[in-house]
């Protein structure tokens, strides 16, 4: 499986992005997959997750009302949608695959592909 994280860029605070998150060589079906993010000299900490099996969304708390996460099984890709972006969201943004029965979906440890990141810078 190869996860590719796309999307990133620089804009301003207040602005929108939205990252994708496509899969290849096997669906998301079947699987939770989640977005994390990682500031310089942080350590990552997660943001978003979806298990469309089980109806489950979640957020951050830092993000919530902001981002959305959405998965588009036709095109087999996550979406990260974000608005009202601020300073604080700059980051490398990852996107993560795991099983659908695997504990807390805020923790790193229960994905186990990862895709490459992509960049997201905020001004103020």
């Known amino acids: 499986v190869q996860l590719q994280a796309s999307g990133g860029g620089l804009v301003q605070a207040g602005a929108s992005l939205r990252l994708s998150c496509a899969a290849s060589?096997?669906?998301?079906?079947?699987?939770?997959v989640g977005w994390f993010r990682q500031a310089p000299g942080k350590e990552r900490e997660f943001v978003a997750a979806?298990?469309?099996?089980?109806?489950?969304?979640t957020y951050a708390d830092s993000v919530k009302g902001r981002f959305t996460i959405s998965i588009d099984d036709a095109k087999n890709t996550v979406y990260l949608q974000m608005n009202s972006l601020k300073p604080e969201d700059t980051a490398v943004y990852y996107c993560?695959?795991?099983?659908?029965?695997?504990?807390?979906?805020?923790?790193?440890?229960?994905?186990?592909?990862w895709g490459q990141g992509t960049q997201v810078t905020v001004s103020s």
């Open positions: 993560a695959r795991g099983p659908l029965y695997s504990g807390s979906y805020d923790s790193a440890r229960n994905y186990d592909y």
């Open positions: 060589g096997r669906t998301f079906r079947g699987y939770r």
């Open positions: 979806i298990n469309k099996n089980f109806g489950i969304t």
